[in-house]
Structure formats: structure tokens, C-alpha cells
């Protein structure tokens, strides 16, 4: 006998780094599987060790890690664990980074400046990533940097159901807090019914990271409901200066549409001075305490969505019908 076959069934294991696990367990619930077991811990000298506590040979692997502060040890972590499933023998894995680390270092501003989104991408790939499964990139070009699949998930849908539902009887106009936002604008327009699309105009000193200066408001505003939408909300200076310029131009409230909510430094005070009757934000990010007992900020749950992702990946099926076609 020159050969011989066997019955092999697939299996679905998921793992969960110790930057958020409530996104990894809520996950976990919508597709009926928990994650698995595993011994994570660091050294005095903030060196990791992990170490899972079930067999992973042979499974499709999962790995959910997102990426608040500490960014850097979270990022270490996943090539920890990427690395441990490698070499226990697993048959496919797939990293889910709700938000992907270094996400806005995706090209060179100026001279002997790093590409710092492609170096994450490097090291997933060489730890042993297969595939790559993130929600809302701050640019889509950051998907040819990882030398492999990579599912691109979009939080709109979730975003948009709920301001359908809430605002329905309001005078809408969709705003980018930038030109960059444009497109992005046009794509929630379009959702919304084709409401009108404004932006702020800004400029950005690149030799001061989180501060920008808003020039003014390119659109008709006036009396309506402003939906001012953007990617993340870190230091919340960008789309605060962009709600001020839109209260001096007549608009009738502003609410305020992003993906995650990163909230450093003064972003929660920000938030909380600022003209905004609501903050919409997912749960990509971990909120800080001082943002979860700010009454104008609304959370929403991205877990249903990548649960949905992941099922579709386990089964070779397509990623790309969660979202009507939209690539």
C-alpha cells in the first residue's frame, strides 16, 4: 500500500491575550466557543511567558488581542502567543487585532522616518501569523503589508444602524473632521440616505503629534444635525476643534460616529466640554473608567460582527458578504 488516508475534522480554538478579555469572552459566546485556557504572567524584568493549557495541534487558531496602553507589550504578547501556537503544531492561525497597532505610522512624512505599520505586519508574518483579521484600518493600503490574507471588517454598519434608529426624524449632514475623512464621509452619506457632506478644514504641525488647528467648516451645516465621523478618537483634539468650528457655523446638535476609542491624555475632558450631545464609539478598545461614566459617550458591541467574521474564515467562506459586497 503506497498510501494512506484519513478523516480529519476541523477545529476551532480561541485564544485571548490579557489586554481585553471581555471583547475575547463575548466573542467567544456568539460563536459557542470558549477561549482556551492559558498561563500568562511576566517576569521581574517585564520580560512574557505564555503558555496554553490545552493541546492546539492541528486546530484553526484564533488569536483576539487588542491594543490599548501598553501598546508595546500587547504587541509582544501576540508574538508570544503566535509563536507558541507555531510551535505546538497548529494547522492555521489567524491573528484578530480589533485595532491594529501603529496603524497611522503607514507611510514616510519626511526623511529616516520608520514604517511602522508595515513592521507590525513583518513581525506577525515572521512570528507565524497566517492571516490577519482587524476592524476599521486607519488606511486601507495598510492591507498589502502583511504577506497574507487579510480581512478588513468595517464597524459602519454598527455605527450607522444605531444613528438610523435614533435620528431618523433629524435634518442630517455627515462631517470629516479632515479631507483625509472624505471618502469615508461619502460612504456613511450614502448609507444615510445621501445626506449632505461637509469637512473641516485643518492643518497639522507633523514636528507635534495630537494637536491640530481647524480652520473652517466646507459644507452646508446649517440647522441640521451634524454626524461627525472618524476612524479613532485618541486625544480627541481633532474632533473636538472640528465640533467647536461646526457650533460657530449654525448647526443645529452634533453627534459624534467612531470606530475606537483610545482616549489618552485629556481626550475624556475634551469630550466632555465639548458642543456634542453623544459620542458613538465601539468596544474595539477597552473605554477607561473616566470615559464609562461620561453620560454623552455610547458603546456599542463589534463582538457580534467578528464573531460572524471569524465562523465565515473557519468554514472558507466569504467575509466580504457581512458587508453587502463592500471591499
Not at 476541523?10 to 456568539?30: V, W
Not at 458613538?280 to 453620560?295: G, H, R, W
Not at 457580534?304 to 474564515?313: D, F, G, Q, S, Y
Request: aromatic letters at 6%; glycine letters at 6%; a negative charge.
Amino acid at each position: 500500500m503506497a498510501s494512506m488516508s484519513a478523516v480529519n475534522s476541523k477545529m476551532l480554538m480561541l485564544f485571548s491575550g490579557r489586554a481585553y478579555p471581555e471583547l475575547a469572552e463575548e466573542i467567544g459566546k456568539h460563536l459557542g466557543v470558549a477561549p482556551t485556557p492559558m498561563s500568562a504572567y511576566s517576569f521581574a524584568n517585564g520580560e512574557l511567558f505564555v503558555r496554553y493549557q490545552e493541546s492546539v495541534r492541528g486546530c484553526d487558531a484564533f488569536v483576539v488581542q487588542s491594543m490599548p496602553a501598553p501598546i508595546n507589550e500587547w504587541v509582544m504578547e501576540t508574538l508570544i502567543m503566535i509563536d507558541a501556537l507555531k510551535r505546538g503544531s497548529a494547522k492555521r492561525i489567524t491573528v484578530v487585532l480589533p485595532f491594529y497597532p501603529y496603524a497611522r505610522q503607514d507611510k514616510k512624512h519626511r526623511g529616516r522616518e520608520p514604517i511602522s505599520a508595515r513592521l507590525m505586519a513583518d513581525l506577525l508574518k515572521t512570528a507565524g501569523a497566517d492571516r490577519i483579521l482587524t476592524v476599521d484600518l486607519h488606511t486601507a493600503q495598510i492591507q498589502g503589508f502583511f504577506d497574507g490574507p487579510v480581512d478588513h471588517l468595517f464597524a459602519m454598519g454598527t455605527l450607522a444602524r444605531y444613528v438610523e434608529e435614533k435620528y431618523a426624524d433629524r435634518q442630517m449632514a455627515v462631517v470629516s473632521p479632515d479631507t483625509g475623512r472624505v471618502r469615508l464621509a461619502e460612504r456613511w452619506s450614502d448609507r444615510l440616505g445621501g445626506c449632505p457632506i461637509a469637512f473641516v478644514h485643518k492643518t497639522r504641525d507633523p514636528l507635534k503629534p495630537n494637536q491640530v488647528v481647524a480652520h473652517k467648516v466646507v459644507g452646508d451645516v446649517e440647522g441640521r444635525t451634524c454626524l461627525l465621523i472618524d476612524d479613532m478618537i485618541d486625544t480627541a483634539g481633532t474632533i473636538c476643534s472640528a465640533a467647536e468650528m461646526l457650533k460657530e457655523s449654525g448647526v443645529e446638535d452634533i453627534v459624534i460616529a467612531s470606530t475606537h476609542a483610545i482616549m489618552s491624555g485629556p481626550a475624556v475632558e475634551r469630550l466632555a466640554k465639548a458642543p456634542v450631545s453623544e459620542v458613538i464609539v465601539t468596544n474595539t478598545l477597552p473605554l477607561p473608567k473616566e470615559a464609562q461614566d461620561l453620560e454623552k459617550i455610547t458603546t456599542l458591541s463589534i463582538a457580534p460582527l467578528v464573531a460572524k467574521a471569524i465562523w465565515e474564515v473557519f468554514n472558507d467562506g466569504s467575509v466580504t458578504t457581512l458587508f453587502g459586497g463592500l471591499s
